[in-house]
Structures are given as C-alpha cells and as structure tokens.
C-alpha cells in the first residue's frame, strides 16, 4: 500500500467506528466479484480459485489474512500515540483511542488484544479523573464485554457491577446506557446459571427501556431474554409470551426480512424444540433459515447453524432420515466456513453419531462420535462437562457393539467429570451411574 494511502487508513482509527469500517472493507473480500482488465484473464483466474480450493474457502484464508493485517496495523497505530505523547499516563486523547480502539477489537473477536487496550485505557483515566468517574463507567463496560465473549462471567460481572455503579451515582443518569448495563449483567448471571437474578436484571432493564420513547428495539431484545430465562424456568407460558411480544415489536418495526426479526422467530423456535412442538419450531426455522439465505447466503455460519437446529427438531420428532439429512448438510457448511477444527463441527458430528445410535448403527455411531471427540480435544483441551457428553455418548454405543470394556472406560470418564461439575447427587451422574451398574450386571451375568 503506498504511504499517503496508508496514512489515510491509519488516520481513520482515532474511532472505533472507523476501525469497524475498516475491518468491514477489508475482511469483505468475494473473489468472485474480483475485476480484471481482460474478461479472459478473470474468467481463468476463477476457474483455478474455484477448481483449486474453492472461492469460500480461498475468501475466508484471504479475510482472515487481512482482519489480522488490521488489528496489528490498529495496534501499531496506538504504540506510536503512546510513544509521541509527553505524558501518555495521563494523556486523555491516548485513553479515549485505547478505549476506541479496544472496543473495535472486541467486536472483531480480539479478545486478548482487547483488553490490553481497554486495561491501559482505563489505568489513564483513574490516572487523569479518580476511580469514581463516568468516563471509567464507560470503559469498565467495554472490559465487562470483552470479558463476556471470552465466557469469564466472573470477571464480566465484577466489571460490570462497577460501570453501573458510576452510573447510578450520576443525578441524571442515562438511562439507556443504565439499561444495557443492566442487560449485561442479566445475561453474565444467566450463564453463570444464576437465573433469579438474570430475571431480575431482565425486568429491570426493561421498565426502564419501556419507559423511553423510540427504544422499540431494546425492549424487544430484552422481552427475548426475558423469555430464554422463563423457558429454562419451566414457565412455558410466560417464556411463549415473551418471545411473541419480541416478535410482534420487531415486526412491527423491521419486517419480516429483518435480521432482528429473525433473531426473534429463532428463539421462538428453539423454545418450540424444547418443549417438543416440532411442527411449529419446524415452520419458523423455516422463516431463519429462508431470511438467512436471503442475506447471508446458503453457504454460510449462521446458515449451517440454523440448518442443524432443524435437524434437531427433526431428530426429537423420530424422524431420523430427515435429521440425518439436515445435520449432513449444516456439517458440510461448517466444513467449508469455519473447517474441520471447531468446536461447532464437533457438534455435527455429535448429531449425526446420535441419528446412527437411534437406529441402532453402532458403528456409524462410534466413528461420528470419535470424531467429536478429536476435535474437542484439539479445541477445547480440557476434560469439560461438553467433553463428558461425548464420552457418555461414545460409551453407550460401544455397549450397543458389545464393546462392554471400552464403554465402560468412556462411561467413567463422563461420571467423573459429571461428579466433579454436578455433584453427586444430580440426577444426570445418578442416572449414568445406574448405566454402569447395569452393564457390569449385564457383563457377570454373561459370564456366566
């Protein structure tokens, strides 16, 4: 790139939304609609693209080539601030593009490097205001946030906490900020299963978004979250109303082609799944996955996801053919979108081992399931309760083969798991522990 143009580029990241649009831009890149001087030479250089590797897979190394030529260009960017500055420690320009710049990372999926710039962002304004002022509200937010998407909601929550705190002390504070504060602490406490207080910040943050004018899409959002917690509740009715009336909001507002709307009609759906209506979960993830398909196109992420949760629905309602159909094809999205090292591939493949064991395909079964098993172990590294639900899967299929000593050692590793993460006495370590009593009676009485 040559220098002016660079300067140019670098010149956009004194904001957070530059740094967005930047990341927009250049991690947008579709060879595909690539121009060339001869139509003879685009024509050719697609046709090696698409016979060597493929334009998604050849669009998404190029994508993640630039998002990461970006982010150390953002980082760079920032250093030399700090190293031009007479006093960076106190420097309020360098702690608001550090919180910029932070921000930016975060909604990139660069966590690490995120905090980094928020921790030093914040250092500089307690530095410059005191502990106790707003502006450290606002980046104390943004470290929650970031904490959030890493799945520390401990962290997020101590942060978190404290950004409302400097709210609330404000004589007039803003309370659309206050209420998205309140949303993340909800959602931090729902996923730390602490769900009376997730309900509790939910309806908190949602009197006072219904209490602002033009806040459709807030309320909206929160009546989604205030219904996730009603279905894990068991409040049925409650958790159907919610989600109507989020649907209905954004409707209203947006559309049926909308992606918020589509967010709507996809927890609505899920909640279906759950509470075993098939059917109508099946007609509106038909909605998702058609909006979807529509904007994203039938070849992405998102798509892939939906696509499997259909294949769920159909999998609850005993229709194995059907689901094995749809976990195949959200597993051959995922393949070309994210590869085959990610946890959610390990998810297909969990679904399509669990198709093969309800039709009593036990090797089928077991091949699948050691291929989630691999594939957790290369991303997640850690002997988790997801890690669990694999062994015990993979351990009850290789009963169904008569693999009884190679089950079993699968079937304890996902009890001591569950011992250690569910206790003793929950009911899902009681009910594997009466498997493995089972099958040692089944073994004697074989032996004999």
């Not at 002022?133 to 942060?159: D, F, P, R, T």
């Not at 398909?293 to 059907?322: C, P, S």
């Amino acid at each position: 790139m040559p220098p002016s143009q660079k300067d140019a580029m670098v010149g956009t990241m004194n904001s957070a939304d530059g740094i967005s649009y930047l990341y927009d831009v250049f991690v947008s890149t579709a060879v595909e609609k690539a121009q060339a001087s001869a139509e003879s030479d685009r024509t050719r250089i697609l046709s090696m693209v698409e016979s060597d590797v493929g334009f998604q897979s050849f669009n998404y190394q190029v994508n993640e080539l630039l998002r990461n030529w970006v982010k150390n260009s953002a980082i760079e960017f920032v250093n030399a601030m700090i190293e031009n500055s007479e006093d960076s420690g106190n420097d309020e320009n360098i702690s608001g593009l550090c919180n910029q710049v932070g921000y930016a990372l975060n909604v990139n999926g660069e966590y690490d490097e995120a905090l980094i710039m928020l921790d030093n962002s914040l250092q500089i304004a307690r530095n410059i205001y005191g502990d106790d002022h707003i502006n450290c509200s606002v980046v104390c937010n943004n470290i929650g946030q970031v904490y959030m998407n890493k799945g520390e909601y401990e962290n997020a929550l101590g942060y978190l906490r404290k950004a409302l705190d400097l709210q609330q002390r404000y004589e007039e504070p803003d309370q659309s900020a206050m209420a998205k504060t309140v949303m993340s602490i909800g959602a931090a406490s729902f996923h730390m299963d602490k769900y009376k207080d997730a309900l509790e910040c939910y309806q908190w943050a949602l009197n006072i978004n219904l209490s602002l004018d033009g806040n459709d899409d807030e309320v909206a959002s929160n009546y989604d979250n205030l219904g996730s917690v009603h279905k894990i509740l068991g409040n049925t009715d409650e958790a159907n109303a919610c989600y109507l009336k989020a649907i209905s909001i954004r409707e209203e507002k947006f559309g049926d082609m909308h992606p918020d709307t589509n967010l709507s009609y996809n927890n609505y759906a899920s909640m279906l799944s759950d509470i075993g209506q098939q059917d109508k979960a099946l007609e509106y993830f038909e909605k998702v996955l058609h909006v979807e398909t529509k904007i994203l196109g039938k070849n992405h992420y998102n798509t892939a996801i939906t696509i499997h949760n259909m294949g769920l629905a159909y999998f609850r309602d005993n229709r194995y053919d059907q689901a094995l159909e749809f976990y195949r094809r959200s597993l051959e999205v995922k393949l070309l979108t994210i590869g085959a090292n990610h946890a959610s591939t390990s998810t297909s493949y969990l679904g399509i081992g669990g198709v093969y064991a309800a039709l009593g395909k036990f090797p089928e079964s077991v091949d699948n399931y050691e291929k989630a098993l691999a594939i957790h172990r290369n991303t997640v590294n850690e002997e988790n309760s997801s890690a669990a639900y694999i062994y015990n899967n993979l351990g009850i299929s290789l009963v169904g083969m008569e693999s009884y000593e190679s089950g079993l050692e699968y079937l304890t590793k996902a009890k001591q798991i569950w011992e250690k993460d569910l206790g003793q006495e929950h009911e899902r370590t009681i009910a594997l522990k009466e498997d493995i009593a089972g099958i040692h009676k089944l073994m004697n009485e074989k032996d004999k």
